[in-house]
């Protein structure tokens, strides 16, 4: 068994698919980090000041074209023109329709600058997701490509016991997944970090902070590993990397367009509990909040308040896990009962 997952360690690591993949992953996250890094620009006096005065200058702008307006309409009523389709009552002399400072905000004129107490979490889920899209295609590729070539055929004459070889090349499919996960994550949460130092604000980081970064990583790193599961599973049952591929196209047309069509023409409500991706965005959130805008409760003083469906992490993990529970028993149960020549 030792030297089997020492073969499979030296086959995952040296195929070309995994290696580009790897090197696509890291440069595709670089990316992303440096365009937000150059985006970012930590706020200083010099940068408020600014802010400040372009404000200033929007009130002023918007105060000469208002007094216009006011003299344009003072003259024409002079002239006894019906004024009432032209301009608002009294000429718009009076708030609302004259301009306030309070109305423009310095904020608006302020530059990005990154957060990484309030904003990381955001990036953790974009880091997920980058990092599941890489786990599908070296999962599905790397039992897929030997179905196909012959090479799990030729495996399985040295190694006849066929669950352990599936098995084993499953385990170490998602051992290496995740210590590129792990390592990358490391690294990402270092650099916004740094960024958030050195051309942003890191905040106040409790225990608390970190801890909840953790748990939104390790959430992440789970659907990586269930991403990675499902596209081995599907790339065996089918014998090929396109099986997998295939499934995942047709799911997503189905799951984001067919279902909201369909559940919209029938006037479902809470059509979106059905899609796939709102699960999603419910494991990273913990909680998803679909709202019925058709409804209306009306409160004690009178406001409508329209129902809630409200999408948990716990159901997102139900989904995700009975959907790689069943995919993987199918790839057992034909690896068990089928010819493999």
Not at 12 to 21: F, Q, S
Not at 25 to 48: D, E, H
Not at 101 to 124: A, K, M, N, T
Not at 187 to 205: H, I, N, P
């Amino acid at each position: 068994m030792r030297g089997l997952i020492k073969a499979e360690v030296r086959r995952l690591a040296k195929r070309r698919i995994t290696r580009l993949m790897v090197i696509l992953l890291v440069l595709g996250l670089g990316a992303i980090a440096v365009a937000f890094s150059l985006a970012s620009q930590k706020i200083g006096p010099a940068q408020i000041a600014a802010a400040e005065a372009e404000a200033q200058r929007d009130y002023e702008q918007a105060l000469q074209f208002h007094q216009q307006m006011v003299t344009d309409c003072e003259a024409a009523k002079a002239r006894g023109e019906d004024i009432t389709q032209r301009f608002p009552p009294d000429c718009g002399k009076e708030p609302p329709f004259a301009p306030q400072r309070e109305q423009f905000d310095s904020s608006w004129h302020l530059p990005y600058e990154f957060h990484f107490r309030d904003q990381f979490g955001v990036f953790i889920s974009v880091f997920a997701g980058i990092v599941a899209l890489f786990g599908f295609i070296v999962g599905a590729s790397y039992v897929g490509a030997e179905w196909h070539t012959g090479g799990m055929m030729n495996l399985l004459l040295w190694r006849p016991r066929r669950l352990s070889v599936l098995f084993t090349k499953l385990g170490v499919l998602l051992g290496g997944v995740l210590a590129v996960t792990v390592a990358l994550g490391a690294v990402w949460t270092a650099v916004f970090w740094l960024m958030g130092k050195y051309d942003g604000q890191t905040g106040e980081m409790t225990q608390g902070a970190w801890e909840s970064f953790a748990l939104s990583g390790a959430r992440g790193a789970g659907l990586v590993l269930a991403v990675t599961a499902v596209a081995f599973g599907l790339a065996s049952v089918g014998r090929h990397t396109a099986m997998a591929l295939g499934v995942a196209v047709g799911l997503g047309v189905v799951s984001e367009i067919g279902i909201r069509i369909a559940l919209g023409i029938a006037q479902v409500r809470f059509a979106d509990r059905w899609v796939l991706s709102t699960y999603a965005l419910a494991w990273f959130e913990k909680r998803w909040e679909l709202t019925d805008w058709n409804s209306c409760n009306f409160t004690f003083s009178g406001e409508c308040e329209p129902d809630k469906f409200i999408v948990t992490w716990q159901q997102s993990a139900l989904v995700f896990g009975v959907g790689t529970a069943a995919v993987l028993a199918a790839a057992v149960w034909l690896m068990r009962s089928r010819d493999i020549t």
